[in-house]
């Protein structure tokens, strides 16, 4: 193939980066043109206003060792560290520090882990 004739087969060739829509034409139109566009239904009132369920609640990992719950000022150990109540452990607020067990509030959800023996 001589030179002339392949610049011609060079300038036929398409720039697979240059846009290929025709011009004037917008996605939607282009896409119709082509054959490619989905369905245009309506969306319904109700999927629009849909939200996401919410995520479930999962506790952080605590560890309570032990605790003081005599006095005024109750006490518990907790991923070894010592903490009272309205502390903050791993995102989670001490709420209650009772005989045996320590209630925690994370994520506006309570619950209760116990002392590991």
């Given at each position: 193939m001589d030179e002339s004739a392949f610049?011609?087969?060079l300038s036929q060739l398409k720039n697979p980066f240059?846009?290929?829509m025709p011009a004037g034409k917008t996605n939607d139109?282009?896409?119709?043109a082509a054959g490619t566009a989905g369905p245009s239904l309506p969306v319904p009132a109700a999927v629009k206003t849909q939200t996401p369920p919410p995520k479930p609640f999962v506790a952080p990992k605590l560890k309570v060792s032990g605790v003081l719950?005599?006095?005024p000022k109750p006490q518990a150990i907790v991923?070894?560290?010592v903490v009272g109540i309205g502390d903050v452990v791993q995102e989670a607020n001490v709420a209650?520090?009772?005989k045996g067990e320590v209630e925690f509030n994370a994520q506006g959800k309570n619950f209760i882990v116990e002392v590991q023996k």
């Open positions: 610049s011609v087969f240059a846009v290929q139109q282009a896409a119709k719950w005599a006095g991923n070894d560290l209650a520090i009772r």
